[in-house]
């Protein structure tokens, strides 16, 4: 399946997998066949042979290079920063925010081919190393470091990743979207990651150096429109190590580029490359990318999750439509009794119909946390759509990023409507305080966790420390569009109050004792599992993207998982605080958004598991880079989690006390 933005004239559905019956069902789309259309930035760029070059085709194919990531480290690097072959007619990409902030700097590389011409060993440049010169040692030893670690180079031809294929001893094919800079041994002879593939890399305490990489470009002609042109489908690479002893005479054979861990004399590295064209019929442009997700998680892992998702959801779904009959029973009792004008003892929810609605403590802070989640939700919510639609599938890179960040500020009206008309509710006064911590409380925390791991990025030069004037791009975001929605938001409901259906008495009543079962913790805790029994699936895969540099792109599958949460999250809460209604404890307000927060608790938690089981990271800077990253998201999903809670519950209570015949 494709995960490209899709074209009017072609069928719509091939880019939302596992979503396509859904949305068909939901909206009853009829795509009709049209004149075609791309997406701004992903239409496809046409190659020739140099001899038939025209302003529409063109026979140069560049190879771009972006930052180097490793699995055991979280510090990315820019490809400069080892020392490799560099193109002296240096020339970036245009960046959007996303590529910034992730420190995707794109660049040109001196490996420049000519379309459908064979290349065999063409040297590239030659580096020399001398453990005398005090620059050059430092420049091999971070060469060294970067092999130690498994950095990964991501090279880019045509907007497609280079892809390294390999052969499993299952007899299935791997392919990873990088390959890796080279390989060691350990002092004790145990081979680490590539070096284990060919028993050439056996020497202890030795590092090998990928410097020949063999290029395999894939095209395909359309033959019932032009003849010559051609579009680029795919790009493989196999990483070479050949010791060049003559850099005037390469044949890219013979024995591998060693470089001793102990190396203390002169060293002099030739990198080469050779390039070979093959024609493809089967594969067209439109569907290039399936080739680079032939080995991704497949969609077995992801139906695996729907169905777990639709099993909780169904479980939840059957107490909920028994808790509903035996509710509906009651309030119909309740209310022929008190017509009937028999005298009848209240218990249970209906006793305390007098106190459900009674502000809560710290209401200001409850409130600013609701603006924030909805601010959050419809974030999210509008960008998992657009994503399904494949206007941020992974061709466009730093999209996704960019669009949340954009949604976010520009969403900042109904963060401050919800939050002040909350606060109103909660007979808050000070609504512009309320204002100022809607809009500073929460992504101040955010801002304040990035500029500290900015400034650890910065001390190791990595690719992803932010520019002075990204920092001050962030913040003009941040002041100049978000806060002022904020502000408009919150002025707007600040005039008005949520309608409570009865009225609340000065004195409240004194609950009842409660059993172990029924204390707020204990309900908080059991809340949470229900929701993240849904997404542990999905946020495995996500956990990979993330970490393990794979490609995420079913988004359609996570979009379902996503709106299967809600509908749990929604669910839980309301049985829980139908449960505690029930026990005669109306401090609902605090306990409905933390029921469903508390998923986010179950979140960190399965990330430290991860953390520990899955990835391969070493050192404490990583560690802390990690850690730190992931309470920024258990913080964004908390505050996510927690809104669809509270206002499931709000409307539950709203609606059951809304129909009691109360004197």
């Known amino acids: 399946m494709s995960i490209r933005g899709f074209r009017v004239g072609t069928n719509l559905w091939p880019p939302l997998p596992g979503l396509s019956w859904l949305l068909g069902l939901l909206l009853g789309l009829q795509v009709a066949r049209c004149p075609a259309f791309y ?64 420190g995707e700097l794109i660049t040109s590389s001196p490996y420049k081919f000519s379309f459908n011409k064979t290349e065999t060993c063409i040297k590239v440049c030659v580096k020399s190393y001398d453990t005398a010169n005090e620059y050059q040692k430092k420049r091999l030893a971070f060469l060294k470091k ?106 890219c054979n013979g024995p591998p580029m060693e470089i001793p861990g102990e190396h203390t004399d002169k060293l002099t590295i030739t990198y080469t490359y050779s390039v070979k064209f093959e024609e493809n019929k089967n594969i067209k442009w439109a569907s290039r990318w399936d080739y680079i997700l032939e080995s991704m998680p497949h969609t077995n892992i992801h139906w695996f999750s729907i169905m777990n998702s639709f099993v909780i959801l169904f479980l939840s779904g059957m107490l909920a439509m028994i808790i509903l009959r035996t509710l509906y029973r009651d309030i119909m009792i309740y209310n022929h009794v008190n017509a009937s004008e028999d005298a009848q003892e209240e218990f249970g929810w209906k006793l305390i119909h007098r106190d459900v609605f009674r502000p809560p403590r710290n209401g200001m802070l409850l409130s600013v946390f609701l603006g924030q ?66 809009a500073v409380l929460c992504p101040g925390i955010i801002f304040t966790a990035f500029f500290i791991m900015d400034l650890i990025f910065q001390a190791k030069g990595s690719s992803a420390a932010m520019s002075f004037s990204t920092l001050i791009g962030v913040l003009a975001i941040w002041y100049g569009i978000s806060i002022p929605l904020t502000f408009v938001g919150a002025f707007l409901g600040s005039r008005k109050q949520f309608r409570c259906p009865v009225h609340t008495i000065q004195i409240p009543r004194v609950i009842p004792q409660q059993t172990f079962f029924k204390k707020p913790f204990v309900g908080i805790i059991i809340g949470g599992i229900l929701p993240f029994g849904c997404i542990f699936v999905q946020l495995f895969l996500i956990l990979n993207s993330i970490w393990s540099h794979q490609i995420y792109f079913m988004f359609g599958f996570l979009f379902l998982v996503f709106v299967i949460f809600l509908i749990t999250c929604s669910e839980a809460t309301v049985l829980l605080c139908y449960f505690h209604l029930c026990a005669e404890d109306y401090h609902w307000w605090w306990r409905a958004f933390l029921t469903s927060g508390f998923t986010a608790v179950y979140l960190f938690m399965y990330a430290v598991y991860y953390f520990f089981t899955q990835l391969q990271i070493t050192g404490t800077t990583s560690t802390i880079l990690y850690f730190g990253y992931t309470l920024i998201m258990v913080l964004i999903f908390f505050l996510f989690a927690g809104i669809v809670g509270f206002f499931s519950c709000f409307w539950f209570v709203t609606k059951i006390y809304s129909v009691l015949i109360v004197d």
């Not at 950095?151 to 990088?178: A, F, L, R």
């Not at 593939?197 to 990928?210: D, I, W």
């Open 146 to 251: 970067g092999i130690q670690l498994n950095y990964q180079h991501h090279w880019i031809i045509d907007n497609m990743p280079v892809i390294w294929c390999w052969d499993m001893e299952n007899g299935k094919k791997y392919c990873t979207p990088g390959f890796p800079i080279g390989c060691f041994i350990t002092k004790s002879g145990t081979p680490k990651n590539a070096c284990i593939m060919s028993p050439e890399f056996n020497k202890n305490n030795t590092f090998y150096l990928f410097n020949h990489v063999a290029i395999t470009i894939t095209y395909h002609r359309d033959s019932e429109t032009n003849q010559g042109i051609a579009n680029l489908v795919a790009a493989r690479v196999d990483p070479k190590s050949y010791k060049h002893s003559d850099e005037n005479y390469i044949t």
């Open 373 to 438: 989640g909805t601010q959050i939700l419809i974030m999210t919510f509008i960008t998992l759509f657009l994503a399904c639609l494949g206007f941020l599938s992974p061709a466009n890179r730093g999209a996704l990023m960019t669009c949340t960040i954009v949604l976010w500020a520009l969403l900042g009206t109904p963060a401050g409507y919800v939050s002040a008309k909350m606060f109103k509710t909660f007979k808050g006064v000070e609504w512009k305080t309320n204002f100022l911590l809607t």
């Open 39 to 102: 997406l701004p930035g992903l239409a496809p760029v046409n190659f020739c042979e140099a001899n038939r070059e025209t302003a529409n085709c063109k026979s140069s194919v560049a190879v771009y290079v972006n930052k180097l990531d490793s699995v055991e480290s979280v510090i990315p690097y820019e490809y400069d920063s080892f020392d490799f072959c560099e193109d002296y007619a240096k020339k970036s990409l245009s960046e959007n925010l996303g590529q910034v902030l992730f």
